[in-house]
């Protein structure tokens, strides 16, 4: 058999490479990668290369999916076996039925035994980290019956958490139990990915960011219920209900397709935390090493001080590993040699056994001495001890219900709740990471539901929670792990940990685990307050630290405190400074609505300095609008309009809300007071409001009800027309009432507001121009019933001459000569986009709408009297748009490309009018209110 370092020459070989891309070691322990830029690099591994050799590293689905690739056995002997899969004859046929029947289970034996390397190195790193992080579960003075002869006796007692912590454990091995919770939150983890997960090569691991958590809650339980049995019942039940809330959450978030919801969460938050936690797993890794419990008291500092010569070894190991990392960065500071790190904790423990024989040493002597874990368990190092000892099984039955108690349950909601919340910040991190970094297509609502699995089933045992390991699954997938059978071994390993594993720690040196902690947490705490400077401004990196310093002093469930109130006033000094309420104001002198189809007296009056477009005044706010910034908002408003001069203040003030997020109470009580106060103080005859929204402001305030002025109705207070009469007056007299009122309309859209307050400028000056039988027919938009085709071509030609002003009316009927009428139905295409522009045509009633393929419902309604088609039938392009008919009986005259080229040749004067048409439609959609004020809606049509 060849080695898996040395393929056989006569298997076919895949390329490996090796690159520096998998970080250091602490992103291996914690698998989160909060910098994405370490995901969106390059590998420069192929993907199915290996660490171990040039072997075959399909996947079981992928592999077995290729009946071309034959598969080749891993033997010295295979120049002997052929295979012609076009070779008919009865004895090959008859070779190839009988092959399947055990091809498939072979071939994943195969496929997993060429993935020893990658199993074994993963389950390592599981045995390695299992050992700091399972002895830091419990308190360190809650101390093991093992560890109570090791501590001095003249160790005073440390207070914390307001009450003297100082007792025994209530069962042997504190350690054992703590190495085997992890291990045992693993493999259920390793299990439910293994069958739940669309990954083939993901590595699940106990969450081991959530350990100063379970302290915190040992404290609770212990201050409630003493160090007795009924309190380690109380402990593993929390932990159980807090793994199985995290599992239902995940499952609902995924089973309802609600996993963005979890990227709302502050990012300066999440920052702070694990700049807390990166101090909390420091300090516990020097408590690890000292066996003491730390304080900032005389006492906590000088039983550090007796224990010093432990903690230099770790200081020295530390140091060391920081050395060989920074004088091994690359040019661009990334690490050259990526698993540096994890062979190097691989080897502080044979290296400190050789330290010790040096020294002249014996391991006896050490031990007494404090460089060793006392032995975790009485336990052999075989599985069928393990299996005959009752202690292996006390996670499963630790949990009591008659000796739970729910005092201490209730007290401890808001450390469950800090729980909760952080353990749900990093599968989403750890997916889209995981899936760009091996190029694979995935599901995140797949797996949320995955680790639901996961998660509820090892709280039914009391378990801790578990996740998929981002970098542990990188490193399994780089050492060439793939495939359900592959993952499952990893499972199959690690139970074998479960049981051996507390005996094999036995034999590891404090400093071992001390060392990682401590790494661990130094690089944790640089990434949040270090890496983050520079990333965030001033105010959140001050709610970085302070989060920071609150969990290191007060714990988690004041750092959760510190962060909501963190949150809180970020979002609210942002609010206010950034953005301002007001995004810019204008005149709209230079703005156009779509009402294009005025006489040309109506322009006249529009266009004079005055009483034209001028006496309107836009102002567009933006953000969200509430009681911190409302008040800039009110003076900023009243301040623009102070700058006019006295007799050219505007009359008509639209106030656009279409970028405006959200307004509370406050801000629209407020907006109603300055709508009075603008036409009190300054003389503002109409106010007009654009939530821009179909719903509505975006508030529960009822605005609309409040700033609308009814069209069929006139106030109390106004007398020259009496209510009742109201309803009879024509559309111009509506109009001219309503610009001698104070009031104020609301209006879908910024082109709506605008149509309403040139109607309102003309009809102050000439009302009865609003109410010629041409504009009304625009005014009822497609709905308009002609009674005869005398009245219809008279229509027509009334278009015509509205969108031609300055030319001679003769001409422009003797253009309307050239067209023919055509009457489609609802439903019908005009054209689609793409399609030859074969001809330009007028709407002379009925309704159309043109939208723009592939996008998302960009679309324009198309007004009576309007021309389309003439932009693409002049310039020789293909039509920019898909045209429906969306009323029956519409009525168009088309102008075909034929007549149109005959009539450049023949009556230049008369093609003329479709090039004025064309210059009229672009000068007006270039000066139209959305391209000047918000964005683009109008089409070309």
């Known amino acids: 058999m060849s080695s898996p370092c040395r393929p056989n020459a006569h298997i076919r070989a895949a390329p490996h490479h090796i690159a520096p891309t998998l970080g250091t070691f602490r992103d291996s322990i914690l698998a989160t990668p909060t910098n994405p830029e370490v995901v969106r690099h390059s590998s420069q591994y192929d993907q199915t290369g290996s660490l171990y050799g040039a072997v075959d590293t399909r996947g079981d689905e992928e592999a077995t999916n290729a009946p071309s690739m034959p598969h080749l056995p891993l033997t010295h002997h295979n120049e002997h076996i052929s295979f012609d899969a076009t070779n008919s004859n009865a004895s090959n046929t008859q070779t190839h039925h009988r092959k399947p029947l055990l091809h498939k289970q072979l071939h994943a034996v195969q496929s997993t035994a060429t993935q020893i390397p990658a199993i074994a190195l993963i389950t390592l790193f599981h045995l390695m980290v299992s050992i700091p992080f399972g002895v830091s579960y419990f308190p360190v003075r809650w101390k093991s019956a093992t560890s109570i002869q090791s501590v001095d006796t003249d160790d005073e007692t440390t207070t914390d958490h307001d009450f003297n912590l100082d007792g025994s454990f209530p069962i042997p091995g504190k350690e054992a139990l703590g190495i085997r919770m992890f291990l045992f939150s693993t493999i259920i983890g390793q299990l439910a990915m293994t069958f739940a997960s669309n990954f083939n090569n993901c590595i699940a691991l106990q ?64 920052v702070g935390c694990i700049g807390g936690i990166g101090v909390f797993i420091a300090k516990t890794g020097l408590e690890v090493t000292a066996n003491r419990s730390f304080s900032l008291d005389v006492s906590g500092i000088s039983s550090f001080v007796d224990r010093f010569h432990l903690l230099l070894v770790v200081f020295g190991f530390e140091v060391g590993l920081r050395l ?35 020294a002249g040493k014996s391991t006896e002597s050490a031990l007494e001495e404090g460089y060793f874990f006392p032995p975790l368990t009485d336990e052999g190092t075989s599985i069928m001890s393990g299996l005959m000892n009752d202690s292996v099984w006390d996670i499963f039955h630790m949990v009591n219900l008659s000796s739970v108690s729910f005092t201490a349950v209730f007290q401890s909601i808001p450390t469950l709740l800090a729980l909760v919340l952080f353990s749900l910040i990093h599968v989403p991190i750890n997916i889209p ?16 539901m995955a680790h639901g699995w996961s998660n509820s089933i090892v709280g039914v045992f009391g378990g801790l929670q578990n996740y998929m390991a981002y970098t542990q699954s990188i490193i399994y997938y780089k050492s060439g792990g793939k495939g359900k059978t592959s993952s499952l071994a990893v ?46 401004d001033y105010l959140e990196y001050i709610g970085i630290w ?11 469930e004041a750092a959760l405190l510190a962060g909501v109130i963190s949150a809180l006033l970020t979002y609210a000094i942002q609010s206010v400074t950034y953005p301002k309420p007001i995004r810019g104001s204008m005149t709209a002198a230079t703005l156009r609505s779509s009402a294009w189809n005025r006489c040309p007296e109506a322009f006249e009056i529009l266009d004079s300095k005055e009483n034209g477009r001028v006496k309107i005044f836009v102002i567009q706010l933006q953000g969200h609008l509430f009681f911190g910034n409302i008040s800039i908002f009110s003076d900023g408003v009243k301040k623009r309009i102070q700058t006019f001069p006295r007799d050219e203040r505007p009359i008509i003030v639209i106030i656009d809300f279409t970028l405006v997020l959200g307004i509370d109470s406050s801000a629209a009580q407020a907006i109603i007071k300055l709508r009075d106060y603008l036409s009190k103080h300054f003389g503002i005859a109409i106010s007009i409001f654009v939530p821009g929204n179909e719903l ?18 006139l106030p109390e207070t106004f007398n020259p027309i009496k209510k009742e009469s109201f309803a009879n007056l024509t559309y111009g007299e509506k109009m001219a009432a309503k610009i001698g009122l104070n009031g104020s309309h609301v209006c879908g859209d910024l082109d709506q507001a605008l149509v309403y307050a040139e109607d309102a400028l003309v009809a102050l000056v000439s009302p009865t121009l609003l109410d010629d039988n041409i504009r009304r027919s625009f005014l009822e938009r497609g709905k308009k019933h002609i009674s005869s085709f005398d009245e219809e071509y008279q229509y ?23 067209l023919t009428r055509e009457v489609y139905q609802d439903g019908d295409i005009l054209w689609r986009q793409g399609s030859e522009s074969d ?46 008919v969306l009323e029956d009986n519409t009525v168009l005259y088309s102008l075909s490309k034929e007549v149109w080229i005959s009539l450049k040749e023949k009556e230049p004067k008369c093609a003329n009018l479709l090039y004025g048409i064309v210059i009229r439609y672009l000068t007006l959609r270039v000066q139209h209110v959305s391209n000047r004020i918000f964005e683009t809606r109008c089409l070309p049509i």
């Open 207 to 270: 969450m081991v960011e959530n350990v100063p958590f379970t302290i915190s809650l040992s404290y609770i339980v212990i201050e409630e219920q003493g160090y007795g049995k009924e309190a380690l019942s109380t402990l593993f039940f929390l932990f159980g209900l807090a793994s199985m809330i995290v599992g239902v959450v995940f499952y609902l978030l995924g089973r309802y397709e609600m996993g963005r919801i979890l990227y709302f969460f502050p990012a300066h938050v999440l």
């Open 324 to 358: 060989l990392n920074y004088f091994t960065r690359d040019s661009s500071g990334k690490a050259k040699y990526p698993l540096l790190s994890p062979v190097y904790f691989c080897l502080i423990t044979p290296v400190f056994y050789l330290g010790i024989w040096l």
């Open 433 to 448: 990471a995981f899936a760009v970094s091996t190029d694979v297509d995935v599901d995140m609502n797949i797996e949320l």
């Open 491 to 536: 499972a199959i390993v690690t139970t074998i940990l479960f049981f051996i594993g507390p005996a094999i720690a036995s034999y590891m040196p404090r400093c071992m685990a001390g060392t990682l902690l401590l790494h661990c947490g130094v690089d944790l705490f640089l990434e949040g307050v270090r890496d983050s400077y520079g990333h965030y």
């Open 546 to 556: 302070t989060i920071t310093i609150v969990m290191t002093l007060s714990g988690m």
């Open 696 to 713: 509505g402001f975006p508030c529960e305030y009822p605005m609309h009800e409040a700033l609308v002025c009814q069209n069929d109705q």
């Open 796 to 818: 027509a030609l009334g278009y015509l001459v509205r969108m031609c002003p300055s030319e001679d009316p003769q001409l422009v009927e003797k253009f309307m000569s050239y």
């Open 839 to 884: 001809s330009a045509k007028l709407l002379v009633s009925g309704e159309l709408i043109s939208r723009l393929e592939n996008e998302a419902g960009t679309s324009e309604t198309i007004s009576l009297g309007s021309v389309i088609g003439e932009s693409g039938l002049v310039n020789e392009a293909n039509r920019n748009s898909t045209v429906y």
